[in-house]
T-cell receptor, first 112, second 115 residues
Framework: AQSVTQLGSHVSVSEGALVLLRCNYS??????LFWYVQYPNQGLQLLLK??????LVKGINGFEAEFKKSETSFHLTKPSAHMSDAAEYFC??????????FGAGTRLTVKP | GAGVSQSPSNKVTEKGKDVELRCDPI?????LYWYRQSLGQGLEFLIY????????KSGLPSDRFSAERTGGSVSTLTIQRTQQEDSAVYLC?????????????FGNGTRLTVT
């Protein structure tokens, strides 16, 4: 069963525009949630993670994500896109047993 | 300290040959994962090792794929009788098992090309 769904395999924004990458999870218990980023020709690196408590999580490079239990969502946002943000973004869920599953990824393109 | 190390970084093999991919996790990380990333695709879960427990092999696509982890450290992913559809980047990651909030640390992957 799919545990993580990322809506939109490809998102294109203009430089300076809002970035919104969507992630929904399916779990009967609150999972641990992560966003990873993969820059061209590089490995995956952690962008941010959700811990219990604060639902708004801030990560590196100005990105943040909000955990909404009622919507089973963990969307990633950035107020103003930069050319260097062009990359593949993966949402991931740890189903409380260290079984980490990833979404299909969203490729972000930033237009000048 | 050293991160997750994978070898080789690139492997070209002929269809029908067997290949072995190696992963050295971060020292002290008891959880180890293998994923496959095909061109334009996301990460496909293959197998997961957690300490001395039986591995979760539910993601292995066929019986041509197998993996082992010796001594709770180094892991080897073996693909027998390779097919062209096996061409992909194979990623290994490790994490601390005692903290479910612990992120994965990825290696740079092995790019496998089956000709």
């Amino acid at each position: 069963a799919q545990s993580v769904t990322q809506l939109g395999s490809h998102v294109s924004v203009s430089e300076g525009a809002l970035v919104l990458l969507r992630c929904n999870y399916s779990s009967s218990v609150p999972p641990y949630l992560f966003w990873y980023v993969q820059y061209p020709n590089q490995g995956l690196q952690l962008l941010l993670k959700y811990t219990t408590g604060a639902t708004l999580v801030k990560g590196i490079n100005g990105f943040e994500a909000e955990f909404k239990k009622s919507e089973t969502s963990f969307h990633l946002t950035k107020p103003s896109a930069h050319m260097s943000d062009a990359a593949e973004y993966f949402c991931a869920v740890n189903l409380n047993n260290n079984d980490m599953r990833f979404g299909a990824g969203t490729r972000l393109t930033v237009k000048p | 300290g050293a991160g997750v190390s994978q070898s080789p970084s690139n492997k070209v093999t002929e269809k029908g040959k067997d290949v072995e991919l190696r992963c050295d996790p971060i020292s002290g990380h008891t959880a180890l994962y293998w994923y496959r990333q095909s061109l334009g695709q996301g990460l496909e879960f293959l197998i997961y090792f957690q300490g001395n427990s039986a591995p979760d092999k539910s993601g292995l696509p066929s019986d041509r794929f197998s993996a082992e982890r010796t001594g709770g450290s180094v892991s080897t992913l073996t693909i027998q009788r390779t097919q062209q559809e096996d061409s992909a980047v194979y990623l290994c990651a490790s994490s601390l098992s005692r903290d479910y909030n612990s992120p994965l640390h990825f290696g740079n992957g092995t790019r496998l090309t089956v000709t």
